[in-house]
């Protein structure tokens, strides 16, 4: 779809234009395409887009038409400024990718034929619930990361057949994006592991089933091995660290099972009075990489790397930039509003870098995207989406 007919002004407005409206929705963190109208008359938009705001309702159709493969290929662009500029680097030698599913939204009312359903009883009754679930990938660097594509989960699907398509698409398109890929305690699955190994990259995933002979046969070995302790901040770490494990019986090689309970000093006010209080947890993970390929502390340091997209991803996205919810109800639509929310998400924070420290300094994120919204407002920008 190249353009779409303004039927009222009786010309044609690019699907460009449609894509970088939907932008500016997300960098402006409006709640919905009604919020957006409100702007329709800024003479900055219009700059921006070279033809007139279309209205919300037509951004709405529009979107359930837009190619998605256009709108992974300007990430995938997006993903090539950020490696040649150093922006994404690798963490302690290792380019690090993390997988992980997210459910979008859920409702009793409004489906569409790609909807999940589930049964859930609701005062006693039976009702059917709608939903959408994503798997999303996000390649994480030092002190950036990049929200790189997802795979919606089809009526029947699981997660791990969706995250398998998304992986397979990813190492197709962005062979040399990353080396280990980390996930949770749903992504321990042979078929996974098998995919990555054909493509030479590694796993490091929650190894968290009790049920599992693997992880029977990791706590009996555990016992014997040799525990390293090491600090890092408050916390301290004792880790065992097991190789050439083969109880796993659908997948062909050995692997690996590191633990690490870890204990953390937290300090709490009881009253007026402050008292520290020691919280343990337990960590275990199964991963392909060898000893000699990455340390037990860098297993351990990589395999909490995976919170990073809970925490500056879905968090995120959920709670400052209005992501739990359906701009439209349509499969369609509901791809390529995330896809172009992760476009959005990336300019933000490259923009975020640009800033002088003693400028940024004292601001939280939510001050800047209010200052974008109000250049809007004022028609004052100056940047350009193009
Ligand atoms: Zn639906």
Redesign the pocket.
């Known amino acids: 779809m190249d353009a779409v007919k303004d039927h009222r002004k009786k010309r044609h407005i690019p699907a460009a234009a449609f894509t970088k409206a939907i932008l500016i929705l997300f960098l402006c963190r409006l709640p919905s395409l009604n919020a957006l109208d409100q702007y329709r008359s800024r003479r900055s938009l219009r700059r921006l887009l070279k033809h007139p705001m279309p209205s919300g309702d037509q951004i709405a159709n529009v979107s359930e038409v837009l190619n998605l493969a256009d709108l992974r290929g300007i990430l995938g662009h997006i993903y090539g400024r950020a490696g040649r500029n150093k922006v994404l680097t690798a963490v302690r030698g290792h380019r690090l990718a993390v997988v992980d599913g997210h459910e979008i939204n859920c409702s009793y009312k ?6 999940q359903q589930r049964r859930i009883m609701v005062n006693g009754e039976e009702r059917i619930q ?3 679930r994503a798997v999303i990938f996000q390649l994480v660097g030092e002190n950036f990361r990049l929200l790189l594509d997802l795979e919606m989960l089809q009526p029947h699907d699981d997660e791990g057949t969706a995250a398998l398509r998304l992986i397979q698409r990813v190492l197709d398109c962005y062979p040399r994006s990353f080396d280990i890929l980390l996930g949770d305690g749903l992504y321990p699955q042979a078929r996974l592991f098998k995919l990555l190994r054909r493509h030479h990259k590694h796993a490091i995933v929650v190894l968290k089933d009790d049920r599992r002979d693997l992880l029977k046969d990791a706590r009996g070995l555990f016992r014997d091995c040799r525990q390293i302790t090491y600090r890092e901040g408050r916390t301290v770490y004792q880790c065992r660290d097991v190789e050439d494990l083969q109880s796993w019986d659908s997948y062909p090689e050995k692997v690996r099972v590191v633990q690490s309970i870890e204990t953390t000093i937290v300090r709490e006010y009881d009253g007026h009075k402050k008292r520290q209080r020691k919280v343990t947890s337990e960590w275990i993970w199964v991963t392909t990489l060898s000893s000699n390929e990455v340390s037990t502390k860098n297993i351990v340091h990589f395999g909490h790397e995976r919170w990073r997209i809970e925490n500056e991803g879905f968090n995120e996205l959920c709670n400052q930039w209005h992501a739990d919810h ?1 701009f439209h ?3 369609t639509s ?1 791809i390529a509003f995330w896809l172009i929310l992760f476009m959005a998400h990336a300019i933000f924070h490259c923009l975020m870098r640009n800033l002088k420290p003693a400028i940024r300094a004292g601001h939280t994120l939510l001050y800047w995207a209010q200052q974008i919204l109000g250049d809007l407002v004022s028609d004052r920008w100056a940047f350009s989406t193009a």
């Open positions: 409004r489906c569409c034929d790609e909807c709608y939903y959408h359906y109800h349509d499969p509901i």
